[in-house]
């Protein structure tokens, strides 16, 4: 966890001497994600999640990114159980390192009704997070009739009501677009609940780009 802060606060330091030749895109990209998850571990194992967000980009003099700041609200349905199990609502700063790794630090405030498993049906309301998330991608196939992009990701996410990492999450998956507004994309997912059950889950997803 330290050394990720450590990383995180370079880039926002090395980025802000960079402030006084830069300024906002113009344009930001708004994504609508809608996301089926399948638990192949736990029961009650199928998830709907709907996410919306706008990406604001900083740019530099050369018109290249300093690093993007991305509010976003999400929602998540137990199909199961019928119920409307995660709201959040936060924003995220990150930077692309490199064109195939980005490094995000999101704070968000959460409203949950969790399964949980043994413990059963779980409330708590109006507490904050902080995620990390590190991404690793490459494109994998470049026609002009399909194109695949490939890629690795990770996601810690600290509690600080409890003052504690709560979820660790790694993910390996495939991206394709599909014309120039919509995004597929497959992937297996871990997800490692540090005082709580673990899950194993195969995932599909639309995005609207716009």
């Given at each position: ?95 692309d390192i490199a064109p195939w790794m980005y ?76 014309g120039k507004y919509v995004e597929a994309g ?22 609207l780009v716009f």
């Open positions: 966890m330290r050394k990720r802060a450590a990383a995180f606060a370079f880039v926002l330091l090395f980025s802000w001497f960079s402030f006084a030749f830069a300024g906002w895109d113009k344009k930001p990209e708004f994504r609508w994600t809608q996301l089926y998850r399948y638990d192949i571990r736990q029961d009650n194992h199928q998830l709907y999640n709907n996410r919306i967000s706008a990406a604001f980009n900083y740019l530099d003099s050369q018109q290249k990114q300093l690093f993007e700041i991305t509010p976003f609200f999400e929602i998540r349905r137990n199909i199961d159980k019928g119920l409307t199990e995660r709201k959040e609502a936060g924003l995220e700063i990150g930077k490094l995000g630090e999101g704070f968000q405030y959460v409203w949950i009704k969790e399964d949980y498993l043994f413990y059963g049906d779980y409330e708590k309301n109006g507490f904050a997070e902080a995620e990390t998330r590190l991404m690793f991608s490459h494109t994998l196939l470049d026609k002009a009739y399909l194109k695949l992009k490939g890629f690795v990701l990770e996601e810690y996410t600290y509690d600080f009501d409890q003052g504690a990492g709560m979820r660790n999450e790694v993910a390996i998956g495939f991206i394709v677009p599909i497959v992937n297996w997912r871990h997800i490692d609940r540090v005082t709580y059950y673990d899950s194993d889950t195969c995932e599909a997803t639309v995005t």
